[in-house]
């Protein structure tokens, strides 16, 4: 069973730069530390990808993959895989309708920080915490902005996610993934009004339920 703990209080400006949270706990012996964060929990098609990430050594340019262009994100997923440990979890689909977003999120945290190939002394997860991983932890608010591992997983995620959703484009070139990626955009609307869902939606999603009743509702009128 892990013990909660916290190391001792230390106050970390979010203006003293991305690698604080690390340096401060690297202080007090706490390494490696693991960053985690997951994307595409906002959309309503394709995967959830959570990735753990440690960093070997300091990457500049870090940011939450949100702020950054494609391309850069290109870029700095080209230098982490290769400078850290990671972790990568896919979630499809039919297992978030069938267990809930929350609780797959959740659970892709632990899952990618076991797949780690070196045990972290420490945790930081973005936004909220997570009960059940296997060192202590931390949840930081708009982590992926403060904290460098976490930015990293971020990246990691958010490229990894990306890459597959362009893959599903091909399959499916109906529905625009490669454009918005899954998520709720006037385009893909359209597109789930003209053609309903496919496998790769998430059917427990409001705006694909809606299109699924208002399809059936039409194919019983005709």
Not at 136 to 151: E, F, I, N, R, T
Not at 165 to 190: I, N, S, W
């Amino acid at each position: 069973m892990t013990v909660a703990f916290r190391p001792r209080p230390s106050v970390v400006r979010r203006d003293s730069g991305l690698y604080a949270y690390e340096r401060a706990l690297a202080r007090r012996g706490l390494t490696p530390i693991a960053g985690v964060d997951e994307a595409g929990r906002g959309a309503c098609a394709g995967p959830l990808v959570v990735a753990a990430v440690i960093l070997r050594k300091e990457i500049d340019g870090l940011s939450d993959s949100k702020l950054i262009a494609p391309v850069v994100r290109e870029r700095l997923y080209d230098q982490i895989m290769p400078a850290s440990h990671v972790g990568i979890v896919i979630i499809p689909p039919g297992e978030i309708d069938a267990k809930g977003l929350h609780k797959c999120n959740v659970s892709g945290m632990r899952r990618a920080v076991a797949q780690l190939p070196c045990d972290p002394e420490y945790i930081l997860t973005d936004g909220f915490p997570v009960p059940g991983l296997p060192a202590p932890s931390l949840a930081v608010w708009k982590g992926d902005q403060v904290a460098a591992c976490m930015a990293a997983a971020s990246i990691v995620a958010k490229v990894t996610r990306d890459r597959l959703m362009v893959a599903l484009d091909a399959r499916y070139p109906q529905y625009g993934f490669a454009e918005h990626k899954g998520y709720v955009t006037p385009g893909h609307r359209l597109a789930l009004e003209t053609h309903g869902p496919c496998p790769e939606h998430r059917y427990s999603f409001v705006t694909v339920a809606r299109e699924m009743g208002e399809n059936e509702m039409g194919a019983g009128v005709a």
